[in-house]
């Protein structure tokens, strides 16, 4: 059994929300492997970390050690890991019998795909953290609150953009997230052509953030969804077979 670490939030349990364990979950589901939740809040996530064994994940500017999720703890091998790729690796190597999430001769392919998306999110995140934060129990809230107004350097209801603000920085997200669409081909399901793999869940889970975050009726999610001809809409479609929260 594998144990896999989320963020509690103020609606109970039983949903993956954050979008980083989310691409985990969506690994976890596509490989069938048997694995159980365990719900905790953002200040307890340096504790969990230390008290598995796993490693931070890097260094936070004041040169302290960064704690983060996902994470998870393989009872079979007793291997504690708290960094997605090296999560997916693991799992690759662990488990050859499941369907592969950085299918063969695309490692560095998959890991140019993560270097090149992930800093277009910074046109996302004005939208995404403010919203965060109002969905979180007292405990995270408060963390979170203080830790992301010291990185944006306000209040977070003055990240959020409004008004005319916000439609020029919302096309701008639109036209940044459209390189992403400009690497596939148009008839392309999946980031590698037929077959799913770690660089379509990372998208889903982001997909995955808007319907939860900001509502399935949203006009947010409803333009993910539409946008590049419709592309994030299908992908939401196709990885809804691997939605289960265990």
């Not at 719900?39 to 931070?56: F, L, Q």
């Amino acid at each position: 059994m594998i144990t896999l670490y989320d963020f509690a939030w103020k609606f109970g349990q039983g949903v993956c929300w954050n979008p980083h364990v989310g691409k985990l979950r969506y690994c976890l589901n596509y490989k069938g492997l048997q694995y159980k939740t365990i719900w905790i809040e953002y200040p307890d996530v340096k504790a969990t970390i230390e008290k598995i064994g796993a490693k931070s994940t890097g260094l936070q500017p004041t040169g302290e050690p960064w704690y983060t999720i996902p994470a998870i703890v393989d009872d079979a091998t007793g291997v504690a890991l708290a960094e997605s790729a090296d999560i997916v690796e693991y799992l690759d190597n662990t488990y050859p019998n499941t369907p592969r999430l950085i299918p063969e001769g695309t490692h560095a392919l998959q890991a140019a795909f993560r270097d090149a998306f992930y800093p277009k999110l910074a046109y996302y995140y004005p939208f995404l953290v403010p919203i965060t934060e109002t969905v979180l129990n007292p405990p995270s809230a408060t963390f979170f609150r203080a830790k992301y107004e010291a990185i944006f350097g306000k209040k977070l209801e003055n990240v959020y953009p409004e008004g005319q603000e916000r439609v020029v920085a919302w096309n701008k997200w639109k036209e940044t997230i459209g390189g992403v669409d400009a690497w596939m081909n148009k008839d392309d399901i999946w980031m590698m052509g037929n077959t799913p793999s770690f660089a379509d869940f990372i998208l889903a889970s982001f997909i995955l953030s808007a319907k939860t975050l900001f509502g399935a009726d949203s006009q947010e999610y409803k333009e993910v969804l539409e946008m590049h001809d419709g592309r994030w809409g299908r992908l939401a479609k196709n990885v809804e077979r691997y939605n289960r929260v265990l």
